[in-house]
Each structure stands twice: as C-alpha cells, then as structure tokens.
C-alpha cells in the first residue's frame, strides 16, 4: 500500500502536467510522521522513485519530517511537487476543439486517487472480504490499491505525431466535471457510456453502494484515466499508435455544439 501511495502522489503530479502538452522533469516529495518508521517511508519513497522512472521524471530532492505530538501512531502526511516545460507556442489548452472532433478514452488502472472517501463507506458498510478472489486472480483489496496509470511517455510519443487538441486527466470529479475544463464554451463532450466496458471494481462499488449512475460518473473515473481529443480525420491512427504504446484506449464519442447552457459533457 505505501508503495501504491508514492506512486499515486507522482502519478496525480505529473498527468495533471501532461495535458498542457508539457514534459514533467523534476519531482520534490514531502513526508512527515510522528515517528520516523523507516521501513514504511523506504516504501513510499521507493514508490515516489518507480513513479518518477516511468514517467521520465528525475526526483531531485525531498523534506522528512519527525513531528512527535502531531501525527497518530501509524500515520503520515504525504505531498508532492513537479515542475514540466513546454514550448508556447504548443501549450494545449482546447482551444482549437470543434464540433466533429473525436473524444479519446485512456484506460484507468482503477480507482486511481479518487473517489476514496466514498469507496472506504462502501466497503464499511458492506464489510466485504476484501481477501477473497475478486477479479482475474485478483482480490478486492488489490484492486481497490491498484496504484494511478502514468499516461506520460506514450502520450509524449503521440504529441510527436498527432494534432492532440485537449486533454483531461480523470481526477475527482470523474468524466463530467474534468472534461469541460478544457473545451471552449460553445462545445459539448457526447460520451457514448456503451463506448468502454465498466470495470468490475466500479460494477462492485456502484451494486455495493447503491450508487446512481450520473454520481458513477461524478465520483469516480469509471474506467477511463485520460480523455485526449483529435481531429475526426486522425481519431483511428491515434487510438491504433496509443495502442501500440501499451494503453488500452476507447472511442468514447465526440465533440457537438452545446446548446444553451447545458452541462458541457454528457454521458449517455
């Protein structure tokens, strides 16, 4: 788990970096305890390392803090710092979006860093075994821990071929409220919900939880870590290259033009 935790703090840091097209390079961490225990803050910190590989990201430095008093026994305050760079002239920032353009899905690793306060009341209200297989060999308790997806090399790739118009990280919030933050004000996002298979983990959380389906969308990424939006004429080669990088990746729909002032993505 504390491993899973370093990577998720680098994971949030630098995909968040990547939709404006830039390249993350330096990532700083600050941990703080009651009391040092070295083992737990070797995983994490081996965590914060794994992250910053996989994502071509040099990890330059960091704060430990012992605060005895202030933090319970067992627990820890984790943050962290990246710092990206891009060239002005090709920053993204959605812009250039039209109607007819094409909506990208990412495939997400699970939950990745959201939605944590409601899936911890699901699973104490529904005290399931969190031991027992669950999914492909996996248990519920891995799958509720799968450390954040790192999109940013095969992104980066894709940025060298494509015209990538817009791009939004699936963070709290979920699909309908991250989306909207890069498309211009007279453009709706129409996602497809039959467009990418639910994951049995967002199965499970929504059956357990008797969570309504707008809110599915609202709280927790679904299945898609990142929304990227090409041209129409580019949609295939770009969802056959991301391919060939390793992701999984789903037509979720397209650009329409908004019409009044309806909510600018809807899923259905």
């Given at each position: ?15 968040d ?11 700083l ?23 910053c ?12 803090a ?18 990206g ?11 250039s ?18 939605g944590?306060?409601?899936i911890?009341k ?14 492909g ?13 790192l ?49 049995k983990?967002f199965q499970?959380?929504?059956q357990a ?5 707008q ?24 969802q ?25 993505t809807?899923?259905a």
């Amino acid at each position: 788990i504390h491993h899973t935790v370093g990577i998720d703090l680098v994971a949030m840091s630098v995909n968040d970096i990547l939709v404006q097209g830039a390249e993350p390079l330096f990532f700083l961490d600050y941990f703080a305890c009651g009391k040092l225990d070295v083992a737990r803050a070797t995983d994490v910190i081996k965590g914060i390392a794994a992250g910053c590989e996989q994502s071509g990201c040099a990890l330059i430095g960091g704060e430990t803090a012992e605060m005895p008093g202030m933090y319970p026994e067992g627990e820890y305050d984790l943050a962290g710092f990246a710092v990206g760079v891009v060239e002005k002239s090709k920053v993204i920032n959605g812009r250039s979006i039209r109607p007819g353009d094409v909506v990208l899905g990412l495939a997400s690793n699970g939950a990745h860093s959201n939605g944590y306060s409601l899936i911890r009341k699901i699973i104490e209200r529904s005290n399931p075994d969190l031991d027992a297989e669950f999914d492909g060999g996996q248990t519920l308790r891995q799958a509720v821990i799968a450390p954040t997806r790192l999109y940013v090399k095969p992104i980066l790739a894709a940025l060298e071929k494509f015209e990538i118009k817009g791009m939004a990280h699936i963070t709290g919030g979920g699909l309908t409220e991250n989306i909207p933050r890069v498309l211009p004000e007279n453009c709706v996002a129409q996602i497809d919900a039959q467009s990418w298979p639910l994951p049995k983990l967002f199965q499970w959380l929504q059956q357990a939880g008797n969570v309504e389906q707008q809110e599915m969308y609202r709280t927790f990424n679904c299945g898609i870590g990142m929304a990227v939006i090409v041209p129409a004429e580019q949609a295939d080669a770009a969802q056959a290259f991301l391919a060939g990088q390793g992701e999984t990746v789903y037509r979720l729909g397209t650009i329409r033009k908004r019409a009044g002032s309806e909510h600018q993505t809807q899923v259905a």
